[in-house]
Each structure stands twice: as C-alpha cells, then as structure tokens.
C-alpha cells in the first residue's frame, strides 16, 4: 500500500460526510451552527444531530490533510530541482485560485440551494458581530489563507511545528473568551481570530484554522522521518487524544459554553466556530484513528468510489454543491431524515461519474497546468 492511499480514503470519506451535511441544508433544510457566544440551536432528534455530527470531521479534516499534502508535495518537488522560492510560488497562485473559485463558483452554488427554500422554512443563524451583514466568506477562504501562510512553514523543523499548533490555539481560546458578544469586530479581528458578521462574514478565521493546518503538516513531517509507516503510532496518538478530550470536557472547559451536560448529546455538543480545544482533540484524534483503520483497507472495486472522490476532493467540493442544490428544487419545505439520506445517496451517482470524467480530464494535463490545482 502507497501511504497516499490511506489520506485518498480519508480524504474521500469525509467528501462523504460533508455532502450529508450540504444535503440537509438544501434538501432537509436543516442546518445547526455551533458558534461561539451564542445560545445553540436544540436537535429536534438524535438522528438529526448524528447528521451534524458526522460533518463535524469535515473541515478539520481538510485542514489537516492540506496540511500533510502541502509537506508531501513540498519534498516531491524539491526531489525534482525545484526550488523553495518555486514550491511557495506554487502555492500562492494555489491559494489565489481557491479565493477565485470560491466566488464564481461556490457562491453561485450556494446561493442556487437556498433560492428555493420556502419563505416560511427556517431563519437566519444566529452569529455574532453588530452588522446586519458583511461580504460572505467559507472554508474555501480558510484554506487558501492558511494555505498562504503555511507556505513559509515548509521547512520548518517539528519542534517549530508543535509550537505554531499550541499557540493557534491557546491565542484564540484565549481572545473568544475575553471578547464582549455585543461589540464589533474589526476586519483584522475577523480574518485572524474572530468568527462572525461585520463588514466580512467570516466563519473560518486564520490562526485557529492555521493550527490544524500546521497539525497536518507535522503528522506528514513525522512520516518523512521514518522509514516504515507509522500509522500505528497515529492510533496512539488518536486514542490520547479523545482521552484527553474526555478529560477536559468533564471539566467544561476548553468549549467557549458553560454546560450543564444531562445527556450524550450535550456532552459530544462542541463549539466548532471557532475550533475549542475540546473540539480539536475529539475530532483530530478520530481523523488519526482513521488514517490507522484506512491503513488497514485496499484498494478495490468496493472501496475505488471512496479513493476516486479523495482524488479529486475539490471539484466534488464544487460539483456537489449544484447536485443537491438542484435536488432541493423539489423539497422547499424539507424533507425527513431517511428521504434525506435516500437524495443523499442519488446525488452521489452523478457525482462519481462526474469526479471519474474529471479524474481522466486532469490526468492528461500538464503538471503546471491550473486544472492540477482543483
């Protein structure tokens, strides 16, 4: 087994998980946001929450792997005389492309899934800041600025690595916590460590984002190191980290919410905009315990839809966007969980045809070629 292979199935596996999420919202025209500050919606059921819940592994779990991608094709290509000053101009015109995308295509996609929701379906989240509302950004945004300024991490040793990680996150606990939930927010506050509405709506801030990302990279740095995989120790890892994390939300703390836990639910309830440290550790240990199951997989015709959509990650991003936003075309009031998941699972048809076309279409381009960057 390649050691690409296992980060294909992961990556593909949460492309899954986040078309679940993205279906519920055009589809189910259900959608929970757990953001910092502000009281949290209930779940109408389990089944609903176990919805959200599975999303949760999505966005770090691009971040992270971003993260392990951008070391691993930092050292192909130095292997192949490029330069740093190359790999780093690759990146940046990587990042550029992705902000690109995220408004010609994504915004369009998003805004066709919600034009035919009815009037009556739902209302606005409820998100901090004072403005009615501000230029919109997503996890696209996120990626392409940590992509940036990871770009000047890709040598760095990981002792320097481990320190960026901790100190993403002990900045921003630490900011959210002091922050007056009335006030404003400056633009600079908002790209760096604040989630929430003002002249941008941001929900993915660079330095708490940046730190999974740096995560990432320090994971495939420790492959590098190593001649034999070391997927073992990831399953270590993984397991003291939702230890730790069972630890600490005992307590209440690391989570930006004062809980009162009476169930399973309120317990695994965790503030995900932005990232807590509890919310890290849970999510971040189970992405290292999959890698280890994945590990343990091959690739065969049963597993080959999960490796086709790891492959090409950001154009099913795009595509699964218009799939089931146009599926929502024939349920404006919402659907029930199980004609939820059934529209979930006619929507991937399409979607592995149109992935596989693609596959083919970039395949036959050249390496510098803008197609080899979606």
Request: a positive charge; hydrophobic letters at 50%.
């Amino acid at each position: 087994m390649t050691r690409q292979l296992p980060i294909d199935f992961l990556r593909g596996t949460i492309m899954l998980l986040m078309a679940i999420d993205h279906a519920s919202a055009f589809i189910g025209r259900t959608h929970y946001f757990e953001i910092w500050g502000v009281e949290l919606s209930p779940y109408d059921s389990a089944g609903w929450f176990l919805t959200r819940f599975v999303s949760h592994f999505c966005a770090p779990g691009f971040f992270m792997l971003m993260g392990m991608s951008m070391i691993f094709l930092t050292e192909n290509r130095l292997s192949k005389n490029w330069s740093l000053g190359e790999v780093r101009k690759y990146f940046w015109k990587r990042g550029g492309l992705i902000i690109l995308l995220m408004i010609f295509v994504e915004f369009p996609g998003w805004g066709l899934g919600m034009m035919s929701a009815s009037p009556s379906v739902g209302g606005a989240n409820e998100v901090p800041g004072t403005l009615i509302m501000g230029i919109p950004t997503t996890v696209l945004f996120g990626l392409a600025v940590s992509m940036l300024v990871g770009s000047w991490m890709l040598r760095w040793k990981e002792w320097q690595l481990i320190m960026v990680t901790v100190s993403c996150f002990l900045l921003s606990g630490w900011y959210i916590e002091q922050l007056d939930i009335e006030g404003s927010f400056s633009i600079l506050e908002q790209i760096l460590l604040v989630p929430g509405k003002g002249y941008l709506m941001v929900i993915y801030p660079l330095i708490p984002w940046l730190g999974v990302t740096t995560f990432g990279m320090l994971i495939a740095r420790r492959m590098l190191a190593f001649k034999t995989p070391i997927y073992q120790r990831l399953l270590v890892l993984g397991l003291l980290f939702l230890g730790v994390f069972v630890g600490i939300r005992a307590t209440g703390f690391g989570n930006f919410q004062i809980d009162n836990y009476h169930d399973w639910i309120s317990f695994l309830t965790l503030i995900k905009y932005p990232p807590s440290v509890s919310f890290f550790l849970m999510i971040t240990g189970v992405l290292c315990i999959l890698l280890w199951c994945f590990s343990k997989i091959e690739l065969t015709k049963y597993t080959e839809p999960i490796h086709l959509f790891g492959q090409t990650a950001m154009f099913f991003y795009l595509a699964h966007l218009y799939v089931y936003a146009i599926i929502g075309f024939f349920f404006p009031n919402g659907s029930g969980l199980p004609l939820l998941y059934l529209c979930w699972a006619i929507g991937l048809i399409p979607l592995y045809f149109l992935c596989r076309w693609y596959l083919k279409f970039k395949k036959g381009k050249a390496k510098d070629s803008i197609w080899k960057m979606i």
